[in-house]
C-alpha cells in the first residue's frame, strides 16, 4: 500500500509548480516591486507606486507561456485535489453453482438487449456491492436451453458474506427463474470454463400424442412413436473419440478443433418421457442437438445406421440438418 507521503507528493508539486510560473508571470508581465509597492498581476497594466523601469517587450511572450502554464498547473492540482484515490482492496473468489429457465433468456452469455443470465447475475452483484463485476461461467447455453447445474466464479470483496449469506442475498435480487443453489470460497487460481474437464447433458423428449402443458418449453414433442431399440444401439456409435465436425453448426469463429470423446449416451423411457444423458470432454455448438436430432430420425425409421456412420467417417463433409429445439436441453453437471 501507498504511504499518505506518497499519495500526496504528486498534488503537492503541482501546487508547487503553479506557485512558480504564476509568480514567474508576475514578474515577467508587471514591474519589479520596489520596497513598499503593490505589484500588478493584470498584464501591461503599470503600477502606481512602483517607479522601476518596465521590463524588455520580450517578456511579453515569456509571460504569457508561463501564464499558461500556471493554468495548466492549477487544472492538475484541482483534479487531483478531487480526485479520490485509488485504493486496493482484498479480494476472494467464489464458485456459484447456478440454475436456471432459459425460456425467457437470450442464452447464458451477456447480450447488448442485457437479457443473458450473466447479464442477470452481474446486475445482482452491482446492487449488493454498489460496483460492477464480471461474472465467468464454464460455458455458454443458447436461448431457450436450461441449466440444472452450471457453473461460474466470481471475485468478490474478501470478508464481505460468509457463502450461505450470498446465496441468500444473490436469489433475493435475481428473476425468480434463475436460482445460486451453491456457493463456496475456492482459490483465486480457480477458472470456471478453463478447470472444466467435461460436462453432462441431458436431452428431454415426450412422446405421447397429447403433449403434457407443463412440459411446454421443457421438452421437445414427438407424437409418433419412438423406436427405441434402434435409436439406442445407434446412441453407441457416438462413444468414443471422434470427429465431430459433421454434428456442429457454425457459430463464427471456428473451433479449434472438432475431435472430442463422448464417454456415453444413456437413453431412457419413463412413460412417455424419453430422454437422452450425454457425458463428454466437451461439446462443440449445438453438438449435443444435432446429434438428438439425427438419432429422433433413425428412431421414427426415417434413417438408418448407416447414415450416422457416413457422418462419422467423413467428418465436415457434409452436416446434418437435424437440430432438437433447444427448450428439451438442459445443462445437468459441470465436471472437474
Request: proline content about 6%; overall charge positive.
Amino acid at each position: 500500500a501507498s504511504s499518505p507521503f506518497a499519495k500526496g507528493l504528486p498534488r503537492f508539486l503541482c501546487y508547487l509548480l503553479f506557485a512558480i510560473c504564476y509568480s514567474a508571470f508576475n514578474v515577467s508581465d508587471g514591474r519589479w516591486a520596489a520596497p513598499g509597492s503593490r505589484l500588478l498581476f493584470a498584464p501591461g497594466t503599470r503600477s502606481r507606486q512602483s517607479d522601476s523601469p518596465p521590463l524588455p517587450r520580450d517578456c511579453h511572450v515569456f509571460s504569457a507561456i508561463c501564464y499558461l502554464l500556471s493554468a495548466i498547473c492549477y487544472l492538475l492540482f484541482c483534479h487531483s485535489a478531487f480526485t479520490v484515490p485509488t485504493m486496493s482492496f482484498p479480494l476472494e473468489r467464489l464458485r456459484l453453482t447456478i440454475a436456471y429457465d432459459g425460456t425467457g433468456f437470450a442464452g447464458w452469455q451477456s447480450q447488448p438487449n442485457r437479457n443473458g443470465v450473466q447479464d442477470h447475475l452481474e446486475a445482482a452483484f452491482q446492487t449488493i456491492l454498489g460496483q460492477k463485476v464480471r461474472v465467468h461461467g464454464s460455458g455458454r447455453t443458447d436461448a431457450g436451453v436450461h441449466a440444472l447445474g452450471q457453473v461460474a466464479h466470481v471475485d468478490v470483496l474478501a470478508g464481505k458474506f460468509p457463502p450461505r449469506v450470498w446465496c441468500l442475498a444473490l436469489n433475493a435480487n435475481l428473476p425468480a427463474d434463475v436460482r445460486i443453489l451453491g456457493c463456496r470460497r475456492v482459490s483465486a487460481e480457480f477458472h470456471a470454463r478453463f478447470f472444466a474437464q467435461g460436462k453432462m447433458y441431458r436431452y428431454r423428449i415426450w412422446n405421447n400424442e397429447i403433449f403434457h402443458p407443463l412440459e411446454v418449453g421443457r421438452a421437445w414433442h414427438i407424437p409418433q412413436r419412438l423406436e427405441l431399440d434402434r435409436l439406442t444401439a445407434c446412441a453407441t456409435l457416438f462413444s468414443g473419440e471422434h470427429d465431430f465436425a459433421s454434428f456442429a453448426a457454425n457459430r463464427g469463429t471456428p473451433a479449434e478443433t472438432t475431435v472430442r470423446t463422448i464417454h456415453e449416451i444413456k437413453v431412457k423411457r419413463v412413460g412417455p418421457a424419453v430422454s437422452l444423458e450425454f457425458s463428454g470432454d466437451g461439446f462443440l455448438y449445438r453438438m449435443v442437438r444435432m446429434i438428438t436430432g439425427s438419432l429422433v430420425q433413425v428412431g421414427l425409421g426415417r434413417r438408418d445406421e448407416s447414415w450416422l456412420e457416413e457422418f462419422l467417417k467423413s467428418p465436415g463433409k457434409r452436416k446434418t440438418n437435424h437440430s432438437a429445439p433447444a427448450e428439451g436441453l438442459y445443462l445437468v453437471r459441470v465436471l472437474y
